[in-house]
């Protein structure tokens, strides 16, 4: 993707919906690397050593999956470590894969230790204690894992600990690499105190070890909390024009909807569903227009059902609700924006033919039922951010005729044929797609409540930045939608 379509993508990705919650798996603390950024999982309290870890995704420095941490060169004095967020620590195995790369010296190893509290250190850590110590020398395999138990005096006795993973030798010239980190026993960091132990559950009627105070569904084990975007009182709004590939009128209210998303964590930070509340304000279309949108890179089979949409005909859908003969989960959430009006004619573009209230539904998305997860495993909420939030419309009931927004790639089930005809220049297989030569749009995603043109209004007459903002790949005039000086004209706006 050209540097110009990532600038454009990532205004379109203007918010993500939630800070990633902690890994945890089967009652264990998990650092897979898989988030693919060392400031994620510092933000969920894991602790790497100042310069001293990296993110690496180059294919013979991955140890399993797509991401590892790599360690620098060892024959740094520096001390190398990192540590765990702090747990309730239960019986079993830690366990790690390592390797020691390229030149590993005459011996390279690694430590480690539990850290207990101490409540007068600012950083709320004790002394460390070492429970395990082992070096490694030359030859051996490439991957070394290695598993070791928590010793029993700490295993379920309530307190809060973190473990640490110390590397030791400074004599080598190669990396260390590190994967599959899983250390038995439950999350107990505040993130929102500095990451901070967090202070034993007095109220809690559901068991699930969130505080009543803090937790937004008390008497659901299986619900903790609700995170909003953009926010749990406000909307963001979705504009498309339908004569794509062609220019047509350029108004941007052949369909306008209104929308919220909560993702629902539960106490592990897993996502157990996704509650979105759409309102369907305007249709300034003689089109039969439905509406959809994908959720990118995440299983299907991690959809446990869908509910909330209304489709009459001529569309199928696999058992969980998600639609058919698609690779990535597709939701239809309705497919005649006309079957909530009385009327087959314009919705709310006209000011001279009256107002009609905005029809709202709502589309929930189980991921986890009853505490069940499905044969797709979990997701988490980085998996589910704005950007891989995938909208878009079917015109006329012509299920091959999808409008995307800008560099968004069509589903599976879109006419390919479309594709630079009329004024599109997309190209899907560089990423390129929904846009004209000079970068104009056909939809748009703006993390706000904003107004939209009136009839016949070329939204470049109501919004004047919108067009050196598109043309520009996103990088002038970024608050193109905001009602400053000299941005809006007013009168071409609904």
């Given amino acids: 993707m050209s540097v110009t379509a990532m600038k454009m993508k990532n205004l379109i990705a203007v918010f993500v919906f939630a800070l990633s919650l902690q890994s945890v798996s089967a009652q264990n603390v998990v650092l897979d690397f898989e988030s693919g950024r060392i400031d994620t999982d510092a933000a969920n309290c894991w602790i790497f050593a100042d310069r001293s870890f990296y993110y690496t995704n180059k294919g013979a420095e991955v140890i399993s999956g797509r991401w590892s941490g790599k360690s620098i060169k060892l024959d740094n004095p520096a001390d190398i470590y990192l540590k765990s967020p702090w747990m309730l620590v239960s019986s079993g195995d830690v366990t790690l894969k390592i390797d020691f790369s390229k030149d590993p010296g005459p011996s390279s190893g690694i430590e480690l230790l539990y850290i207990p509290v101490n409540e007068s250190a600012a950083d709320k850590e004790g002394t460390p204690v070492s429970f395990y110590t082992e070096m490694f020398h030359p030859p051996f395999d490439r991957v070394i894992s290695v598993s070791t138990p928590l010793p029993s005096a700490i295993a379920g006795n309530g307190d809060s600990y973190r473990i640490m993973i110390n590397l030791l030798g400074r004599d080598s010239k190669g990396n260390a690499y590190f994967d599959d980190i899983s250390i038995p026993g439950t999350y107990n960091s505040d993130p929102s105190k500095g990451c901070t132990p967090k202070a034993p559950v007095s109220n809690d009627q559901d068991g699930d070890g969130v505080e ?14 609700n995170n909003y975007f953009p926010s749990a009182t406000t909307f963001g709004t979705l504009m498309f024009e339908d004569n794509w590939p062609l220019r047509g009128d350029y108004d941007f209210n052949d369909l306008v909807l209104g929308y919220r998303i909560n993702t629902v964590t539960n106490a592990s ?9 759409f309102e369907i304000r305007a249709i300034g279309a003689n089109y039969h227009n439905g509406f959809g949108f994908q959720l990118m890179n995440i299983p299907s089979a991690s959809i446990v059902s869908v509910s909330g949409n209304n489709v009459s005909g001529g569309y199928s859908f696999a058992s969980n609700g998600l639609e058919a003969g698609q690779s990535q989960p597709t939701i239809i959430v309705f497919d005649d924006a006309f079957r909530f009006f ?16 905005p029809h709202t539904m709502v589309v929930k998305i189980t991921f986890i039922q009853n505490g069940v997860i499905p044969s797709g495993g979990t997701v988490t909420p980085d998996q589910l951010t704005i950007g891989n939030f995938n909208p878009f419309i079917v015109i006329d009931a012509v299920r091959g005729h999808e409008v995307h927004l800008p560099w ?47 009839e016949y209004k070329e939204i470049t007459l109501g919004y004047l930045k919108f067009e050196p903002w598109a043309i520009s790949g996103g990088s002038s005039y970024p608050d193109w939608y905001l009602d400053l000086g000299g941005y809006r004209d007013n009168d071409n706006l609904y």
Avoid: H
């Fill in 408 to 454: 968004f790639s069509p589903t599976d089930l879109a006419d390919a044929s479309l594709f630079g005809t009329g004024e599109d220049v997309s190209d899907p297989g560089s990423g390129r797609c929904y846009i004209t030569k000079n970068n104009l749009p056909w939809s748009l995603n703006v993390p706000v409540d904003i107004t939209y043109p009136k």
């Fill in 342 to 357: 009385a009327t087959n004619g314009m919705v709310n573009t006209n000011p001279s033919q009256g107002y009609i209230t």
């Fill in 212 to 225: 009543d105070a803090y937790d937004d569904y008390p008497s659901d084990a299986n619900l903790a909390y």
């Fill in 269 to 277: 930070g897993k996502v157990a569903e996704q509650v979105y509340t």
